[in-house]
């Protein structure tokens, strides 16, 4: 995500939407992440945790809703909004939808990447990701 602290991807978009002559916009930048996602589930949105590293966040935490329980599950090892890329989700419902997606889990698969380091090593970083689908029933 890094939208509220990470000075060097908020540098890079700034960048890259200068060159378009777009100017960035950071509204929630370095707001309370805790708050935020109480207020976020508060205000009636539902999201899916659809993304997650394998070394923070358990595979049957994957697909869940982002809710006060994943808080409480997960407090200790993430930001509440993933803001170090933690776990990343999908919105499927809320205040500013003319009604919910109808969606469901199909499965939780996993991927491991190679990720090269500045000293030449190799590290595997595995994540879980959250094969949801989008009902037809009224589409």
């Not at 540098?11 to 929630?28: D, G, I, W």
């Amino acid at each position: 995500m890094g939208i509220f602290f990470l000075e060097d991807l908020r540098k890079y978009r700034e960048e890259k939407l200068a060159e378009r002559n777009f100017q960035a916009v950071f509204p929630l930048w370095k707001f309370n992440t805790q708050a935020l996602a109480h207020e976020f589930i508060a205000a009636g949105f539902k999201t899916k945790i659809c993304a997650a590293s394998a070394e923070l966040i358990n595979e049957n935490q994957v697909g869940i809703d982002f809710s006060e329980d994943f808080f409480r599950i997960t407090a200790r090892l993430v930001d509440p909004c993933g803001e170090n890329g933690e776990f990343h989700s999908f919105c499927y419902a809320g205040p500013v939808f003319a009604r919910p997606l109808d969606i469901y889990l199909e499965k939780v698969l996993s991927q491991t990447y190679q990720i090269p380091l500045e000293n030449g090593t190799i590290q595997q970083k595995k994540y879980w990701f959250a094969d949801i689908r989008i009902s037809n029933s009224g589409f």
